[in-house]
């Protein structure tokens, strides 16, 4: 990478924090404007993993697992796919005893709402459940939550990281 592309890759960092607090480069005229061109070589790499991934296999693997489900399976499958089309803020939990089908779910809802280009990320309290799950991960894990839990705890994301960019 040569001194100018690293410099310009600063000045696309430097509109990103400014745009975050509805300002701009453009607004300071001494200042040089990024080519933005290169804002693809800067992207958020979390990001990038989660939306890489095959929309086609998924709408195929979709309307696969909806011509499986059950009535009752349909039922949920339709209300907390509502919640996320909508965005209708709301938690969701899904519970049954062993084999009634809940990450039967859970996959189907992960193809649909990946189908159409948004992200998903699957998390678990348990450490089996996440293998279970398509790009799984244990709520610990995915949300830097401390193991040892005390008053003073805390989700150890910072501001502007990566993966705080991720989850909003």
């Known amino acids: ?26 607004d300071y005229q001494s200042m040089p404007y990024p080519e933005m061109s290169d804002v693809r070589l800067f992207q958020n790499k979390l990001i990038e993993e989660e939306l ?13 697992t909806e011509q499986k489900m059950t009535h009752e399976q349909r039922l949920v499958f339709d209300k907390i796919l509502n919640a996320v089309i909508t965005d209708f803020c709301g938690f969701y939990f899904l ?43 244990t709520a610990h894990s995915r949300f830097s939550i401390p193991i040892t839990i005390t008053d003073e705890s805390t989700c150890n994301i910072k501001h502007g990281s990566l993966k705080a960019e991720l989850l909003i």
């Open 52 to 64: 890489a991934y095959n929309t086609n296999e998924l709408t195929h693997t979709n309307l696969y």
């Open 95 to 137: 519970y049954g005893h062993g084999g009634c089908g809940k990450t039967f779910i859970w996959n189907g809802l992960f193809s649909t709402i990946r189908s159409r280009g948004k992200i998903v990320l699957n998390v678990a309290s348990s450490e089996i459940a996440p293998l279970l799950l398509p790009g799984g991960r």
């Open 1 to 26: 990478m040569t001194d100018d592309e690293l410099i310009n890759l600063c000045f696309i960092e430097i509109e990103k924090i400014l745009n975050s607090n509805v300002r701009s480069l453009r």
